[in-house]
């Protein structure tokens, strides 16, 4: 099930609940729950929980398909595709970690946060909390984005970098013209211009996949 429109009616199809049965049990409107199932809108805060309370699944795998799929939900609509297959766990860290992660990766605790990743990373994958609004509409403030030091970069990745002088890594689109290499802010509001990727410079890893906690 690859998206949450699908995990969501494949969830109440199985459980046999109709569409105003499941909205009494989370306490909203049938319509609400309709918007949901066809993509239009998105359940928040506590509809959301409440929602994968009465459906029996995490918050999580309803909203990107991480984590293990319920079992209850096994055997779900013959039509309905499977959601992803989990990779591997990786470790939350700080943006200044981020700066210096291939000397931090080799004696990094394993008591570290760890988040699920659905898609095909290397082992040293990291993720970071996005913090600021310089990189919306795309990636929000609090959003968790998954880092892979291993994948090459082009015109376009999204990348994790350590301007030169600074400690802390940032979070920019690489923009590849004329052999010239430039960080891009995504915010068309933001005021901090592109920027020249100078050679004291340097790519932390690609940003490959990203996913928000509500």
Not at 58 to 79: Q, R
Not at 191 to 213: A, C, K
Request: overall charge neutral; hydrophobic content about 35%; aromatic content about 10%.
């Amino acid at each position: 099930m690859n998206t949450l429109y699908e995990r969501l009616k494949g969830c109440r199809t199985h459980a046999g609940l109709t569409q105003q049965q499941l909205a009494k049990a989370v306490g909203v409107s049938h319509v609400t729950i309709s918007q949901w199932e066809r993509g239009d809108t998105t359940p928040k805060g506590s509809n959301l929980y409440q929602l994968a309370k009465v459906l029996n699944c995490s918050a999580e795998w309803l909203l990107y398909g991480l984590g293990e799929m319920p079992s209850n939900t096994v055997n779900l609509l013959a039509n309905v595709t499977d959601g992803p297959i989990i990779k591997g766990s990786y470790p939350l860290i700080s943006w200044q970690q981020a700066g210096n992660w291939t000397q931090v990766h080799e004696s990094y605790s394993d008591q570290a946060t760890q988040y699920s990743c659905p898609v095909n990373c290397s082992e040293q994958t990291f993720v970071l909390k996005v913090q600021g609004v310089s990189m919306e509409p795309i990636f929000h403030d609090g959003d968790l984005v998954f880092v892979d030091p291993n994948l090459k970069y082009k015109h376009g990745s999204y990348v994790i970098v350590r301007l030169d002088g600074h400690h802390e890594a940032t979070f920019r689109q690489l923009i590849v013209e004329g052999g010239h290499h430039y960080l891009k802010p995504i915010n068309p509001n933001w005021p901090e211009p592109i920027i020249s990727l100078t050679g004291h410079s340097h790519v932390v890893g690609v940003v490959i996949f990203s996913g928000r906690i509500f």
